[in-house]
């Protein structure tokens, strides 16, 4: 069965500092992997999907994911946290050719100025 | 572009009452979503549409919950009669068919508590 892990429930970096958030996943076949981020009393928004091709993706708002096969994880990182970025994130796996979303846990990013 | 909308945005209902939840998506977006988010978990899908049709529900609660999507455009999902279990947040998302770009595009939800 599809699921998806992300270890840490909350977590806390002081502004300026980098940023990394884990996540791993559980698939038969190659995953579709997204983060998203859902900002207080907002929907979810879309950070960055990977498909194929080039494992490191951009997304936006300067966030970055790394696709590692071997480790099955999609971790998401940012070098320098702004006070913005406070929020709760997720990730996501999606069976190709669906169009259907299987979202973690979340992540919550707390930040001090 | 306008967002996806969504209402009521909260809801205080007793256990045992029905509620409904109303859902605009963005134009032209033809497949919509309605998700559950029980505080401290992720999304969980209930029940997909294209257009007015349903391509997923096997996680929808059908003895208590219903949705549906007339003229493919706006949606409600309904929950009679409720359980303290249900207390969550509701999100619809919409997105556009046939791309698998996964980017679906969410609401603001509606949360729900029941007492």
């Known amino acids: 069965a599809q699921s998806v892990t992300q270890p840490d429930i909350h977590i806390t970096v002081s502004e300026g500092a980098s940023l990394e958030l884990r996540c791993n996943y559980s698939?038969?076949?190659?995953?579709?992997l997204f983060w998203y981020v859902q900002s207080p009393g907002q929907g979810l928004q879309l950070l960055l999907k990977y498909f194929s091709g080039d494992t490191l993706v951009q997304g936006i708002k300067g966030f970055e994911a790394e696709f590692k096969r071997s480790q099955s994880s999609f971790n998401l990182r940012k070098p320098s946290v702004h006070w913005s970025d406070a929020a709760e994130y997720f990730c996501?796996?999606?069976?190709?050719?669906?169009?259907?979303?299987?979202f973690g846990t979340g992540t919550r990013l707390q930040v001090f100025p | 572009e306008a967002g996806v909308a969504q209402s009521p945005r909260y809801k205080i209902i007793e256990k045992r009452q029905s509620v409904a939840f109303w859902c605009n998506p963005i134009s032209g977006h033809a497949t919509l979503y309605w998700y559950q988010q029980i505080l401290g978990q992720g999304p969980k899908l209930l029940i997909q549409f294209q257009n007015n049709g349903v391509v997923d529900d096997s996680q929808l609660p059908k003895d208590r919950f219903s949705a549906e999507r007339l003229k493919g455009v706006d949606s409600t999902l309904k929950i009679q009669p409720a359980k303290l279990e249900d207390s969550a947040v509701y999100l619809c998302a919409s997105s556009l068919p046939g791309t698998y770009s996964y980017e679906q595009y969410f609401g603001p939800g509606t949360r729900l508590t029941v007492t």
């Open positions: 698939y038969g076949a190659t995953p579709y």
């Open positions: 996501a796996v999606g069976p190709p050719d669906t169009d259907k979303l299987i």
